[in-house]
């Protein structure tokens, strides 16, 4: 059985037992595919892909209230929340330049947490990391610089560009 450890809000298991040959199927497939940078990653990705199919076929999905507000999915946000979305542009009503002659007449959005996806792998809520600008612009491609990578992803772009991308079309 895994030890469950809570930090910050988010779950870590700290240990997982699988059998022998298991590992070893799983340590050739990370050798040989050479996708997911550790073992790790790959269970992670497995048991992902696992719950996305249980929660596809589980009429019963699971929710969260928004973080701000407290309201519940599919309901109206609570007025001067962060976290609604403004009807014209998609980006957060706070701080978007809509005006208010732009949004007369269309209908508030309702509340549904829809979670940040890695642009690349498409892991849902990868851990959250930061770099200099300067960096995520010389190693990531313009098309995915205002996406969400994980920090697997961003490294093996920069293993992927070495000099940084721009630096493909002067070879």
Same mark, same amino acid.
């Given at each position: 059985?895994?030890?469950?450890?809570?930090?910050?809000?988010?779950?870590?298991?700290?240990?997982?037992?699988?059998?022998?040959?298991?590992?070893?199927?799983?340590?050739?497939?990370?050798?040989?595919? #050479?996708?997911?940078?550790?073992?790790?990653?790959?269970? #992670?990705?497995?048991?992902?892909?696992?719950?996305?199919?249980?929660?596809?076929?589980?009429?019963?999905?699971?929710?969260?209230?928004?973080?701000?507000?407290?309201?519940?999915?599919?309901?109206?946000?609570?007025?001067?929340?962060?976290?609604? #979305?403004?009807?014209?542009?998609?980006?957060?009503?706070?701080?978007?330049?809509?005006?208010?002659?732009?949004?007369?007449?269309?209908?508030?959005?309702?509340?549904?947490?829809?979670?940040?996806?890695?642009?690349?792998?498409?892991?849902?809520?990868?851990?959250?990391?930061?770099?200099?600008?300067?960096?995520?612009?010389?190693?990531?491609?313009?098309?995915?610089?205002?996406?969400?990578?994980?920090?697997?992803?961003?490294?093996?772009?920069?293993?992927?560009?070495?000099?940084?991308?721009?630096?493909?079309?002067?070879?």
């Amino acid at each position: 059985m895994a030890e469950h450890i809570i930090k910050n809000g988010r779950g870590q298991f700290s240990t997982i037992s699988l059998p022998t040959p298991l590992i070893q199927e799983v340590d050739k497939i990370v050798k040989e595919w #050479r996708y997911w940078p550790t073992k790790t990653d790959f269970v #992670r990705e497995a048991v992902l892909q696992r719950l996305a199919t249980y929660r596809k076929n589980n009429p019963q999905r699971i929710t969260w209230p928004c973080h701000d507000c407290g309201v519940k999915e599919g309901e109206l946000h609570k007025d001067g929340c962060d976290m609604e #979305r403004c009807p014209k542009c998609g980006r957060q009503l706070i701080t978007c330049d809509c005006s208010d002659a732009d949004l007369e007449g269309l209908p508030r959005i309702p509340y549904i947490l829809v979670p940040n996806l890695c642009a690349l792998c498409g892991i849902q809520w990868p851990d959250l990391f930061t770099v200099p600008d300067e960096e995520w612009q010389k190693y990531i491609i313009p098309p995915l610089q205002d996406k969400v990578l994980c920090l697997a992803c961003y490294e093996d772009q920069k293993k992927l560009f070495p000099n940084g991308w721009a630096s493909v079309n002067r070879q």
